[in-house]
Nanobody, 126 residues
Framework: QLRLAESGGGLVQPGGSLRLSCAAS????????IGWFRQAPGKEREGVSC????????TYVDSVKGRFAISRDNAENTVYLQMASLKPEDTAVYYCAAVFRLFGSCVLSSAAFNFWGQGTQVAVSS
């Protein structure tokens, strides 16, 4: 059974850090591009970052550039999102998503990914 499982969310103060993990099971993550998305209450889902299967290409939404870093460990079948200098507006449910892609880049569009994890809550508040 193909599965993505996010973890690492929680409550953190503004300026703090969290590292989210997206663990894959039932398939070889090295053949997939992975995206991180988030959805805040009352807002549409937003693409945050994505990384190609090899890790050679990454991209970020402007609001997180310089604060978030995406990485992957294909041997561990896991993708990470390191988040620093967190702001209250980063509060959301964070999802990882996968698409089979061996070449090319990745894009921050929900429609470009075809299976999803269940999400992990991130809350930034003092």
């Amino acid at each position: 059974q193909l599965r993505l499982a996010e973890s690492g969310g929680g409550l953190v103060q503004p300026g703090g850090s969290l590292r989210l993990s997206c663990a894959a099971s039932g398939f070889t993550l090295a053949n997939y591009a992975i995206g991180w998305f988030r959805q805040a209450p009352g807002k549409e889902r937003e693409g945050v970052s994505c990384i190609t299967n090899s890790g050679g290409y990454t991209t970020y939404v402007d609001s997180v550039k310089g604060r978030f870093a995406i990485s992957r460990d294909n041997a561990e079948n896991t993708v990470y999102l390191q988040m620093a200098s967190l702001k209250p507006e980063d509060t959301a449910v964070y999802y990882c998503a996968a698409v089979f892609r061996l070449f090319g880049s990745c894009v921050l569009s929900s429609a470009a990914f075809n299976f999803w994890g269940q999400g992990t809550q991130v809350a930034v508040s003092s």
